[in-house]
T-cell receptor
Framework: DTGVSQDPRHKITKRGQNVTFRCDPI?????LYWYRQTLGQGPEFLTY????????KSRLLSDRFSAERPKGSFSTLEIQRTEQGDSAMYLC??????????????FGPGTRLLVL | AQTVTQSQPEMSVQEAETVTLSCTYD???????LFWYKQPPSRQMILVIR??????QNATENRFSVNFQKAAKSFSLKISDSQLGDAAMYFC?????????????FGKGTKLSVIP
């Protein structure tokens, strides 16, 4: 069990640029989540996948945001035409649907985005 | 919509002493899950303890225990014999049960300092 990994850990970009983040969940986990955490706040839910299907999206996920999980393994989160308000920590989490602790989400270290 | 409130932005405790972090939540559901997560500075979020609402017995994990008061919608975390490594942000989180929404709703967090 290597845990949830995210890449990159830090990203600085200029306003208007596109950025893409990657998340690799724990290998046997079929559920994957994206959250956004701004300074001084708790994480806020963005979207959720079960296998390759995106089953839930928050109103926070504007049309500039898109997430994919091809083949139900790793996931990517892309932000197009970044704005300064997108600056935040983007957290990925995963959970299993067939284990005793299926309700527990395990978090990655996050990708910290700064939009200049 | 469910809301989670942590009324203590910051708390401090003397090493080896006991501290209690407060959390209240609002829901119309009768069955749900509650969690406490710990986020050390610049490190990833880890699960401290979880509680299923249908269980009357309060969850415990070594030095960590909860006081779950369902009627009052209160879910406090008690840390006994506090250690320097307990210093972190602590987030209370709520999740609906079953095959509905899997998203976690977090409070704003409590920053815990441990004084040597």
């Amino acid at each position: 069990d290597t845990g949830v990994s995210q890449d990159p850990r830090h990203k600085i970009t200029k306003r208007g640029q596109n950025v893409t983040f990657r998340c690799d969940p724990i290998s046997e986990h079929n559920r994957l989540y994206w959250y956004r955490q701004t300074l001084g706040q708790g994480p806020e839910f963005l979207t959720y996948f079960q296998n390759e299907a995106q089953l839930e999206k928050s109103r926070l996920l504007s049309d500039r945001f898109s997430a994919e999980r091809p083949k139900g393994s790793f996931s990517t989160l892309e932000i197009q035409r970044t704005e300064q308000g997108d600056s935040a920590m983007y957290l990925c989490a995963s959970s299993a649907s067939a284990q005793r602790d299926q309700e527990t989400q395990y978090f990655g270290p996050g990708t910290r985005l700064l939009v200049l | 919509a469910q809301t989670v409130t942590q009324s203590q932005p910051e708390m401090s405790v003397q090493e080896a002493e006991t501290v209690t972090l407060s959390c209240t939540y609002d829901t119309s559901e009768s069955d749900y899950y509650l969690f406490w997560y710990k986020q050390p500075p610049s490190r990833q979020m880890i699960l401290v303890i979880r509680q299923e609402a249908y269980k009357q017995q309060n969850a415990t994990e070594n030095r960590f225990s909860v006081n779950f008061q369902k009627a009052a919608k209160s879910f406090s975390l008690k840390i006994s014999d506090s250690q320097l490594g307990d210093a972190a942000m602590y987030f209370c989180a709520y999740r609906e049960p079953g095959a509905g929404s899997y998203q976690l709703t977090f409070g704003k967090g409590t920053k815990l300092s441990v004084i040597p």
